[in-house]
């Protein structure tokens, strides 16, 4: 499903804004995802305590570049990334918008090209633009990770039809909503539209409690994905009884 | 010698970027390189000779979303 690796779990776990390092631990493995989003910066106080929490989780870690607003910068990044974490994969987040934290996608597509002919396995944060989608992929991208609402927004799918359209358009392309989920009645919706998996941060670390918001996320993901490979039935607009008239009693 | 470490103005007597680690007490295991904004991979820190100004920036793994 992602460059040869198929989880259990179609759910992604961000490991920023926790409440503390143990709340996290705990969330990840509430969450029970496999594939955790990690970042780097100049180093801070806790630094030693966060790479010991993240091998112990024994997730796939998947490093991002967040907050980078050129393509240079985001290069940079991945290379840096790379040695230090030891993987090819790459979530590309090139930042186009301070407000929106909108991917710029001109940079993004320049910064995708450069890096898969370096042999990253890049995960694009994208937007439901369908030429874009298509360029990421031209450019080698096997995944396609478009926002459901701005980061860190909980808006959750704000622009569900342009979604649909999208999942329909890429349908052999792995697509995650990646951002803007703020409840898991949003993350299955998304996994009932057919999406392949989420990823989401906020909501779980800024729930009141993490721990519990991270369980109801892995069953909410659980259970839109299973409605998927069942197959929703299709709306009406008018009432169909559902208990049989034939053999109804005449008491009239 | 002043370089920009992380951001911060840095007198150093180190020739190298594999020097200036060691002597800012930087785990050097654990962290990678860039100078100017280009990635110096953990091979290279030893030959790369820093000059007067050089930006560097030693990045740790961190909490990200």
């Known amino acids: 499903m992602f460059y040869g690796i198929t989880p259990k779990s179609r759910l992604m776990l961000g490991t920023a804004q926790y409440p503390s390092p143990r709340v996290l631990g705990d969330a990840i493995a509430a969450s029970e995802a496999e594939i955790i989003t990690v970042s780097l910066r100049r180093e801070g106080a806790g630094g030693a305590g966060f790479r010991d929490l993240i091998k112990a989780s024994g997730c796939r870690l998947l490093p991002n570049t967040a907050g980078c607003h050129s393509a240079r910068e985001a290069v940079t990044t991945a290379q840096m990334a790379r040695e230090l974490f030891g993987t090819n994969w790459i979530k590309l987040e090139v930042i186009g918008h301070a407000d929106t934290l909108q991917p710029d996608p001109f940079a993004l597509v320049e910064a995708a090209r450069i890096l898969c002919a370096d042999g990253f396995e890049v995960f694009p944060y994208t937007t439901e633009d369908l030429i874009l989608g298509e360029k990421l992929v031209e450019a080698g991208c096997q995944v396609l990770m478009p926002w459901g609402a701005p980061i860190g927004s909980g808006q959750g799918l704000r622009h569900e039809d342009a979604l649909r359209t999208m999942r329909a358009h890429f349908p052999d392309v792995p697509l995650v909503i990646d951002a803007g989920i703020g409840a898991p009645s949003q993350a299955a919706k998304a996994m009932e539209m057919g999406f392949d998996a989420v990823l989401l941060n906020t909501a779980v670390a800024k729930a009141g409690d993490p721990v519990t918001m991270a369980r109801a996320f892995a069953g909410a993901v659980q259970a839109g994905r299973l409605a998927h490979e069942a197959g929703l039935m299709g709306q009406r607009d008018m009432a169909v009884a559902s208990t049989p008239i034939f053999g109804m009693a005449a008491l009239s | ?65």
């Not at chain 2, 904004?37 to 100004?53: A, I, N, S």
């Open chain 2, 1 to 65: 010698m002043r370089v920009e470490l992380n951001g911060e103005q840095v007198e150093t007597a180190a020739a190298t970027l594999s020097e200036l680690i060691e002597e800012q007490g930087l785990a050097a295991p654990s962290v990678a390189t860039a100078l100017n904004g280009e990635f110096v991979p953990r091979g290279m820190r030893d030959g790369t000779v820093l000059t007067d100004g050089a930006r560097i920036e030693v990045l740790s793994p961190m909490q990200g979303g």
